[in-house]
C-alpha cells in the first residue's frame, strides 16, 4: 500500500528525493538495454533473416520511434492528470512483456510488430519519470537531477553491448543448431533482457506519489482526456475529430494528410523502404493531427509548447544532436564487427563500458555545467547543447576512417561524450518554458523531437546511405557503414542555426510564461 502523498521539495531535495531518483535511473537503464539491444543483435538478425543496412535501420530506429513518439502523447497528457508512478509501473511491465517476444520473431514482420510494442510501453517513461523529478526536486537543482536520470540512457545503452553479446555466445556455443523451440542465440538475448523488467515493475509500484508544484491536481477526468487524446492521432479517427471542430480544420487535415501520402510515396519510390516512409508519414500526420486538436482543447498548453519558438528550437536543435547520437549507438557494434573486423565479445565490452562511461560523464558534467551558466544567464544552458553539436565532429571524423582499433574505440568515446553534455541542458530548459501542469505533455513534446527526427532517421539514415553506396557482392547488397556514419557530420550546421535562435529567444519566452499562458485563456 502506498503512503500519503507528500509536498513537492522547495528548498533542497530530500533523501527520499535522491531515493526514488535511484528507482528511476534502474527504470530508464532497463529502457535503453531494452531498446538498444538490437544494435549488438544486428549482424546476427540481419544475416538471419536476410536484411538490408536500410532494413536494420529502419528495426533500430523507425520500427521502435514512430510508436514510442505517437503513444507519448497521450501519455504526456495522463502523466499531467492521473497517478504517475502507477502509469510508470504499468509500462515498464509492457515493454519488458513486449521485448521478451521479440524473442519469439521469425521475420522481418513480427520482430517490427514486437519492437512496436516496446515503443508504445517505453513511452510511459519519460513523460512520468521527467513529471516526478519537477516536483521531487527544486529548480536550482533540476537540470543536474534530470542529468543524473538521463544518465541510465548510456548506462542501459551498454549494458546491453555486454548481456546482448554474452547471451549470444553462450546459447549459441550450448545450442550450436538452436535451443529450445529452436530459438537461436539473438532470440534468447530478447529474453534475458525483457523477463526482469517484470520484477523491477514491482519495486516501482511502492514509489510514493508526489504533490504537483503549484498545486495543480490535474484533469478530473484522466482517462476522458487520454481517450480524447488518443483519438486524435489514431486514423481515421483523426478525420472525424477535424470534421466537429469545422469544414476548415477538416480540409486543413485532410490536406496534410494527403501531403504526407504523397511525400512517402514519391521517398518510397526513392529509396524502395516501404516500412520507413510509411511510419514516419504517418507519425508526422498524427502529430499534426494531435497539435491541432490540442489547440482548440488546451490553448495554453498549445501556446506555450507548439506556439513558442524557443521551445521549438530548443527541442528541434537537441533532435538533431540525438539523431547522430541515436545512430552512433546503433551502429558502433555491427561497424567495428563487419568492417574493423573485431570480435563480437571484446567489442562489446570495450564499446559497452566506453559508452557507458563516456555517456554517465558527459550527461553529468554537462548538467552541473548548464546549471552554473544559468545561474549567471537565462540562455546559459543553450551553449551547452550547442557544444553538444561541434565538439563529436572531429571524433567522428577520425575514429571512423581509421583503421587502428584503440584509435576508434578513443575516438568513440569522445563522440559518445560529448554529445552526451546537451542532454540534461536541453531537457531542463524544456521544462523551464512551460508551467508545472504542462510538464508531462512538454516532456512528450521534447521526445517527439528525439524520436521522430532523432531516432527515426539516425540509424535509417545512416543504413540507407550505406546501402546507396554499396556494392553487389555474389548477389547480395554490402553496405558501406563508413560512408553511412560519416554522413552524419552534415547536420551539425542546421542545429547550430536552431540553437543559436533559441539562444536569443529563450530569456523572453521564460519571463513571460504566464502572461502568454494568460492570453491564450
Known amino acids: 500500500m502506498n503512503e500519503a502523498p507528500i509536498a513537492p521539495a522547495e528548498r533542497r531535495a ?9 528507482v528511476l535511473v534502474v527504470v ?31 528495426l533500430g530506429g523507425a520500427a521502435f520511434a514512430v510508436f514510442y513518439a505517437l503513444f507519448g502523447i497521450p501519455l504526456g497528457r495522463l502523466a499531467d492528470n492521473w497517478h504517475r508512478v502507477r502509469l510508470l509501473g504499468t509500462g515498464l511491465a509492457l515493454w519488458s512483456m513486449m521485448t521478451a517476444l521479440s524473442g519469439f520473431a521469425y521475420n522481418q514482420f513480427s520482430l517490427t510488430m514486437a519492437r512496436m510494442g516496446v515503443g508504445v510501453g517505453e513511452a510511459t517513461a519519460s513523460p512520468t519519470a521527467y513529471s516526478l523529478i519537477s516536483d521531487y526536486f527544486p529548480k536550482r537543482q533540476r537540470a543536474t537531477a534530470l542529468a543524473i536520470y538521463s544518465s541510465g540512457l548510456y548506462l542501459g545503452g551498454g549494458v546491453s553491448l555486454l548481456i546482448g553479446a554474452s547471451v549470444v555466445a553462450g546459447w549459441n556455443k550450448a545450442y550450436p543448431g538452436g535451443g529450445p523451440l529452436g530459438l537461436v542465440g539473438w532470440q534468447a538475448a530478447f529474453l534475458a533482457v525483457g523477463i526482469p523488467g517484470l520484477l523491477v515493475a514491482l519495486w516501482v509500484a511502492t514509489l510514493r506519489e508526489p504533490l504537483r508544484e503549484g498545486g495543480s491536481k490535474g484533469s478530473p477526468r484522466p482517462f476522458g482526456e487520454f481517450l480524447a487524446d488518443l483519438s486524435a492521432i489514431v486514423p481515421p479517427f483523426t478525420l472525424l475529430g477535424a470534421w466537429r471542430r469545422g469544414p476548415q480544420a477538416f480540409a486543413l487535415n485532410l490536406a496534410f494528410a494527403a501531403s504526407m501520402v504523397a511525400l512517402a510515396w514519391g521517398m518510397i519510390g526513392l529509396t524502395g523502404n516501404l516500412p520507413q516512409w510509411s511510419a514516419v508519414c504517418l507519425g508526422y500526420y498524427a502529430v499534426f493531427s494531435w497539435a491541432t486538436a490540442l489547440r482548440r482543447r488546451d490553448p495554453a498548453t498549445f501556446r506555450l509548447v507548439w506556439g513558442t519558438p524557443a521551445f521549438l528550437c530548443t527541442a528541434l536543435g537537441y533532435g ?16 567495428a564487427e563487419t568492417v574493423l573486423r573485431l570480435p563480437k565479445q571484446e567489442l562489446a565490452f570495450v564499446l559497452g563500458a566506453n559508452g557507458a562511461l563516456a555517456g554517465f560523464l558527459g550527461v553529468i558534467g554537462g548538467g552541473r555545467i548548464a546549471d552554473a551558466l544559468r545561474a549567471r544567464n537565462p540562455a546559459g544552458r543553450i551553449l551547452v547543447i550547442m557544444f553538444g553539436v561541434v565538439a563529436p565532429i572531429a571524433p567522428i571524423w577520425i575514429g571512423y576512417t581509421t583503421a587502428n582499433p584503440t584509435l576508434f574505440y578513443a575516438m568513440n568515446f569522445l563522440a559518445g561524450m560529448f554529445g552526451a553534455t546537451a542532454l540534461g541542458a536541453a531537457a531542463a530548459t524544456t521544462q523551464d518554458l512551460v508551467l508545472p501542469r504542462m510538464r508531462g505533455t512538454a516532456t512528450a513534446a521534447f521526445f517527439l523531437a528525439t524520436t521522430l527526427v532523432g531516432l527515426s532517421f539516425g540509424p535509417y539514415m545512416v543504413g540507407q546511405i550505406s546501402d546507396f553506396a554499396g556494392t553487389m557482392v555474389e548477389g547480395r547488397l554490402v553496405g558501406d557503414l563508413r560512408t553511412g556514419i560519416l554522413s552524419l557530420i552534415a547536420v551539425a550546421p542546421v542545429a547550430l542555426g536552431l540553437l543559436l535562435y533559441a539562444y536569443r529567444a529563450v530569456p523572453a519566452a521564460e519571463a513571460s510564461l504566464n502572461h502568454r499562458s494568460g492570453e491564450a485563456g
Open 14 to 22: 530530500t533523501g527520499y528525493s535522491w531515493y526514488v531518483l535511484v
Open 320 to 335: 538533431l544532436v540525438s539523431l547522430a547520437a541515436y545512430a552512433l549507438a546503433f551502429w558502433s557494434a555491427p561497424y
Open 28 to 58: 530508464y537503464i532497463l529502457n535503453f538495454i531494452d531498446r538498444q539491444v538490437v544494435s549488438i543483435l544486428a549482424v546476427d538478425i540481419k544475416a538471419d533473416l536476410a536484411l538490408t543496412d536500410s532494413e536494420m535501420g529502419f
